[in-house]
């Protein structure tokens, strides 16, 4: 299981990066809100997000907060 409560965006792809390749489930913060400046991408993996209520929302205009690739 990884928790994850920082709001920058390199934090984020990296956990859940962890996340694809370990097979663990990203847990995000209860009701935070995270911020990001680009989209988190998962290419060619799966992962698990256990939400919480968290929100992701995109600092800069942006067609989507996640990519999934493949």
Same mark, same amino acid.
């Given at each position: 299981?990884?928790?994850? &409560?920082?709001?920058?965006?390199?934090?984020?792809?990296?956990?859940?990066?962890?996340?694809?390749?370990?097979?663990?489930?990203?847990?995000?913060?209860?009701?935070?809100? &995270?911020?990001?400046?680009?989209?988190?991408?998962?290419?060619?993996?799966?992962?698990?997000?256990?939400?919480?209520?968290?929100?992701?929302?995109?600092?800069?205009?942006?067609?989507?907060?996640?990519?999934?690739?493949?």
């Amino acid at each position: 299981m990884t928790n994850i &409560y920082a709001a920058d965006f390199d934090t984020l792809q990296a956990a859940l990066d962890a996340a694809a390749s370990t097979g663990a489930t990203l847990h995000l913060a209860p009701r935070h809100s &995270y911020s990001l400046s680009a989209p988190l991408i998962l290419e060619n993996v799966s992962a698990r997000i256990d939400g919480h209520g968290a929100k992701i929302l995109a600092e800069v205009p942006m067609l989507a907060c996640l990519v999934l690739k493949n």
